[in-house]
């Protein structure tokens, strides 16, 4: 399957003011991806089925990938990775986790506690870690709010510089009492990576290095 047209961009780059794309999303798309995730996050869902969580997350999928079709947003597509792929896939795998870990020990949010439950309970849900979590998050983020600050601003870095500070607000309410900062400043890094993993070759890639983040997360900490 033929890869991405994304085009391929040094860090150097990155603040270039000449568009990634020539497309963008229609404000009535954005609008209803938007609102789906606003069901999801805030799980909106449980007012008529508490357990409706991966049906309305696929709905996102589904929705984010074939509007991204109909109107050729070439970024937001599902293809088998290449190398290139792999490669930037692990180099900023390698980038969070030199700056994720030590950062999210000294916060106290993180905790190494490895087991072999926890291996074998991830094995177990990689595969909807990245279909349920990680793609519906980076079709929103990336797919849709990178790219169109990106087509608005001309501005590569300040178009992931924003999202990825969105993502973490969009965090402050999960994995403890409100406002959990903790989490919403990893978060943010986090965002960065996914961000540049999306400027340079897509979703698949971001989408990819986002689920290893969250399958690494759960084996080895807490």
């Known amino acids: 399957m033929a890869g991405?047209?994304?085009?391929?961009?040094?860090?150097?780059?990155?603040?270039?003011?000449?568009?990634?794309?020539?497309l963008m999303w229609p404000k009535k798309s954005l609008a209803l991806l938007i609102a789906l995730w606003l069901v999801l996050d805030?799980?909106?869902?449980?007012?008529?089925?508490r357990h409706a969580y991966?049906?309305?997350?696929?709905?996102?999928?589904?929705?984010?990938?074939?509007?991204a079709a109909r109107y050729g947003i070439k970024e937001v597509q599902l293809r088998l990775p290449r190398w290139d792929d792999w490669r930037l896939v692990t180099?900023?795998?390698?980038?969070?986790?030199i700056t994720l870990i030590p950062l999210g020990l000294a916060m106290g949010f993180l905790h190494f506690q490895p087991t072999l439950q926890r291996l074998q309970r991830t094995l177990i849900e990689a595969i909807p870690i990245f279909i349920i979590v990680a793609l519906p998050e980076e079709i929103i983020f990336r797919g849709a709010i990178q790219h169109?600050?990106?087509?608005?601003?001309?501005?590569?870095?300040m178009a992931i510089a924003a999202t990825a500070a969105l993502f973490g607000l969009a965090h402050l309410h999960k994995g403890?009492?409100?406002?959990?900062?903790?989490?919403?400043?990893?978060?943010?890094?986090?965002?960065?990576?996914?961000?540049?993993?999306f400027a340079r070759r897509g979703l698949m890639v971001s989408s990819l290095t986002h689920a290893l983040v969250d399958i690494l997360w759960r084996v080895f900490f807490r």
């Not at 180099?91 to 986790?97: D, F, G, T």
């Open 176 to 197: 403890g009492p409100f406002p959990n900062w903790r989490y919403a400043v990893l978060a943010v890094v986090a965002g960065l990576g996914y961000g540049i993993a």
């Open 4 to 22: 991405p047209q994304t085009e391929e961009i040094t860090m150097s780059e990155l603040s270039s003011s000449s568009p990634v794309t020539a």
């Open 42 to 49: 805030y799980r909106l869902y449980a007012l008529l089925d």
């Open 54 to 67: 991966p049906a309305v997350a696929l709905l996102i999928v589904i929705a984010g990938l074939a509007l």
């Open 148 to 157: 169109t600050l990106q087509r608005r601003w001309h501005n590569q870095t």
């Open 91 to 97: 180099l900023m795998l390698a980038a969070l986790a």
